[in-house]
């Protein structure tokens, strides 16, 4: 879990002549993820595609361009077909012809449209106006300008203009200005007013006429249009699944003829090489033998170590079956690939006896049991672990939900986010869609589990009445009688912060073990003592006087602790003390101290004067930072007991809070803290049922959602800043395997 799949780097060497039925293997399989020829080697180049590529990947943007016209989408795929490349070329063409047809004359008709609604909106000013349109053009002698603006700035600007006869025509605020001038000279005395000028139409009608016509037109345009885009339906439905597994064979055709162009080649042989999960060579080997048999050589170059970049210095031994009658290298021995037929032997240029095409990192399978599978999803949010790296994704699986259940922690609320998972998990195909319905399922369940724990259902505790006749195991603390609780989540904060950040530091020292021992106790090794150290002292009874006192009561045996464990601080175990001179303060060194001492000398000592301000920012701030899930955690607890006491009502009594609704006996009145909506009487009580309704659904609706803004951003960032942080770089190379998941075509 913690590492990704072992990978292995093969070598599938061979003469041109059964290239394609190497290709088509290969493709059937799916194994091989095909590092790209870099063109680095003498004498080889790369492939070129195989006859018909061109026409394959053309057909493919004619498909994909018909897609996107008509709007097809998966779920009109219906069942599984077999398309032939007679229907590539006759059944393709006609379907492009018609949809080309349809899709120009519905382009023609929105356009169309689009200018007579622009007409429309043009005609409505001159309406307005009530003048015909054609007493508004075509004089000889007078000019007439038409606009929209303010009558007193157009008065002012022919009164301070050349033009000395005019006449307004004015409604509302559209202005018809004639004068016998010509158009510039009047268009140019109207510069300085508040006026928009209109184009006049191009008709003789009066405006209202005018407009009917265009609305006529508009009613026709419209109706034609949706005969087309009817009609468009109609053939997206027919041809729907005849395009998606076109589309389909077609991206599977162009895949095929153009892998040669990531294989070097010489005029008679061809050489491939990828990375394939060590545990499938055989397959792959034993596949291309019966396909082929001796006209190719496949060798296992080397597995891939776990190491820095994937690889060890050397190869690997690497063990063969010789009966595969595949060829290879046997135990131990260096393998020097040759591409050869009959009639060419060429030795292949390689580095160190292999053969390398280009980046020689291997890509990354995570290793993950099928329930972890979905947190695989939130950490490549970040990014997909490097191959060297170790995988958080099962540490992320086992402390995400418990923090995300712990902070909410009710039975309700938790049967809500496990139905909500479900639902994405089953009625979404998108992976990460799905990989949140997962996340979402297990947190739920924590959530649910934890409210078992808390006998809390949507913030009522007479779930821990039913339960564990009234005494629940662990309480969240918001009521006054359990404060100890919530100064225990507090100190459980701080401790689970020191476990997840010092298995994050575990995690680079083991990564950090690939530049030797040495310098991962010096990167890692002095955080984990650092760390651990300080937090240890803090816990131990010296320095008494900056300590909260809780820290040492809630978990003791005494009255006020919330977890009885006996806890009352760690012993110092005292190595030394010493007495400054002239002050008089003795200083005890326990080994707690001295272990926070040295972690610090070695962070400085490994970092630097920074290493001084990342010991305080890391080893005390980011601990402290987990106290946020004690914060989470009462605040939405205290958003719950709000809607509860607003809509059932409350009394304070001995330190607890009673809701009124459920109680068998009348509250003392001094101590009702608040009514609640279902408890008024006479007149009101209808409209107390009917808001407490809505209220109590709303409100717990509102904490639900907030659950997830909340407590679940507040978990995801402890992961990602603090836990993550202390050791993940990321940048794998994901797995990419040479073949295609077929959904719509078959092949029988």
């Not at 799905?434 to 739920?444: P, R």
């Not at 001094?670 to 107390?688: E, H, K, R, T």
């Not at 951003?713 to 295609?740: N, S, T």
């Amino acid at each position: 879990m913690l590492r990704p799949e072992r990978m292995s780097r093969v070598s599938v060497t061979g003469s041109k002549r059964v290239m394609d039925d190497v290709i088509e293997t290969v493709h059937d399989l799916g194994l091989l993820h095909v590092t790209e020829y870099d063109g680095s080697w003498d004498y080889f180049e790369p492939g070129d595609p195989a006859e018909g590529a061109e026409d394959a990947s053309e057909k493919l943007v004619t498909v994909r361009s018909l897609k996107s016209i008509l709007d097809v989408d998966e779920a009109d795929a219906g069942p599984t077909r077999l398309v032939t490349d007679e229907a590539l070329d006759e059944e393709l063409e006609e379907i492009r012809q018609t949809v080309n047809e349809l899709d120009d004359r519905r382009d023609e008709l929105t356009d169309e449209l689009r200018t007579i609604e622009d007409e429309i909106q043009t005609i409505d000013p001159f309406v307005t106006l009530g003048i015909d349109l054609d007493l508004l053009q075509g004089y000889e002698n007078l000019s007439v300008v038409v606009g929209e603006g303010d009558i007193e700035t157009v008065r002012d600007a022919l009164a301070h203009s050349d033009v000395d006869l005019y006449q307004f025509f004015q409604e509302d605020d559209v202005i018809a200005v004639a004068a016998r001038t010509d158009e510039d000279t009047l268009q140019d005395a109207l510069v300085s007013a508040t006026f928009t000028e209109l184009t006049v139409p191009d008709s003789e009608a009066d405006p209202e006429s005018y407009r009917e016509e265009l609305q006529h037109r508009k009613q026709q345009l419209e109706s034609k249009l949706t005969t087309v885009e009817d009609e468009l339906e109609d053939l997206r439905l027919d041809v729907a699944g005849f395009l998606l597994a076109a589309e389909e064979k077609l991206a599977i055709d162009v895949q095929k003829s153009e892998a040669p162009l990531t294989f070097a080649t010489t005029e008679h042989a061809f050489v491939a090489e990828g990375w394939i999960p060590s545990d499938r060579y055989a397959d792959l080997a034993e596949a291309l033998t019966d396909a082929v048999g001796e006209a190719i050589e496949v060798d296992e170059l080397e597995r891939a170590d776990y190491s820095e970049e994937g690889h060890p210095e050397s190869t690997e031994a690497v063990e063969t079956d010789d009966s595969g009658g595949s060829g290879g290298a046997s135990t131990g021995e260096t393998v020097e690939a040759s591409a050869s037929d009959e009639t060419e032997s060429q030795e292949v240029a390689a580095d160190g006896g292999l053969v390398t095409m280009g980046d020689s990192r291997p890509p990354v399978i995570q290793n993950n049991p099928g329930v972890v599978k979905p947190f695989e999803a939130l950490v490549e949010i970040i990014n997909r672990p490097q191959y060297d790296e170790l995988d958080p994704t099962v540490v992320f699986f086992l402390t995400f939900p418990a923090f995300f259940g712990f902070m909410i922690g009710d039975l309700g609320y938790g049967v809500l986010y496990m139905g909500l998972g479900y639902w994405l998990l089953k009625s979404f195909d998108n992976d990460v869609v799905k990989s949140l319905g997962g996340v979402g399922l297990l947190s739920g369940l924590f959530t649910a589990i934890f409210g078992v724990l808390y006998g809390e259902l949507f913030g009522l505790h007479q779930l821990g009445d039913i339960l564990w006749n009234g005494h629940p195991p662990i309480h969240k603390g918001l009521q006054p009688h359990y404060l100890a609780y919530g100064q225990a989540w507090l100190l459980v904060s701080v401790i689970a912060g020191v476990l997840h950040l010092v298995v994050g530091r575990i995690f680079d020292f083991y990564n950090n073990l690939d530049h030797g021992l040495g310098e991962a106790i010096m990167e890692s090794g002095s955080w984990i003592l650092f760390t651990v150290g300080l937090w240890l002292w803090v816990f131990t009874r010296t320095a008494m006087g900056p300590k909260p006192a809780f820290m040492f009561e809630v978990f003791g045996s005494g009255d006020g602790a919330a977890l009885p464990i006996g806890f009352t601080g760690f012993p110092v175990l005292e190595l030394f003390r010493f007495t400054i001179p002239g002050v008089g303060f003795t200083m005890v060194v326990g080994v707690a101290l001295a272990m926070t001492i040295v972690g610090l000398v070695m962070v400085i000592a490994a970092e630097g004067g920074i290493g001084l301000i990342e010991s305080i920012t890391q080893g005390f701030g980011h601990v402290v930072s987990y106290t946020r899930i004690a914060a989470v955690l009462l605040a939405k607890a205290g958003m719950a007991l709000a809607v509860n006491l607003l809509v059932f009502g409350a009394t304070l009594h001995g330190g607890e809070f009673h809701l009124i609704w459920f109680m068998s006996e009348e509250p003392v009145a001094d101590d009702v803290v608040f009514q609640g909506l279902l408890n008024l009487d006479g007149s009101m009580a209808i409209v107390g049922l009917l808001f407490g309704i809505v209220l109590l659904v709303l409100g717990h609706l509102l904490v639900l959602v907030l659950g997830i803004t909340s407590a679940g951003l507040q978990a995801v960032r402890l992961e990602y800043v603090e836990f993550f942080g202390k050791f993940f770089e990321g940048g794998g190379k994901a797995y990419e395997p040479f073949g295609y998941d077929r959904e719509f075509t078959t092949e029988d």
